[in-house]
């Protein structure tokens, strides 16, 4: 079976701040940040709610698909 990756979009409470990364578990990522398991930016901005994502078959196309959102205006994402 292929192993499946997806980008996410996740926001804070507030929905101020927008953080985007690609994972290969989406349910173990998103609770890894809602739980502050890793230190740095997402947890530091308090981002919890996973808003958007995309699931890809082949890790180079889900980057790829990264680096264009976070390429892209606050707007369009």
């Given at each position: 079976?292929?192993?499946?990756?997806?980008?996410?979009?996740?926001?804070?409470?507030?929905?101020?701040?927008?953080?985007?990364?690609?994972?290969?578990?989406?349910?173990?990522?998103?609770?890894?940040?809602?739980?502050?398991?890793v230190e740095?930016?997402?947890?530091?901005?308090?981002?919890t709610k996973l808003v958007?994502?995309?699931?890809?078959?082949?890790?180079?196309?889900?980057?790829?698909?990264?680096?264009?959102?976070?390429?892209?205006?606050?707007?369009?994402?």
């Open positions: 079976m292929d192993k499946l990756h997806s980008v996410y979009i996740m926001m804070n409470r507030s929905n101020a701040v927008l953080y985007t990364g690609v994972t290969n578990n989406l349910r173990r990522r998103v609770h890894e940040h809602n739980e502050k398991k740095g930016f997402t947890k530091k901005c308090n981002i958007y994502y995309e699931i890809f078959r082949d890790v180079k196309d889900a980057i790829s698909r990264e680096k264009q959102i976070k390429g892209g205006s606050r707007a369009k994402k």
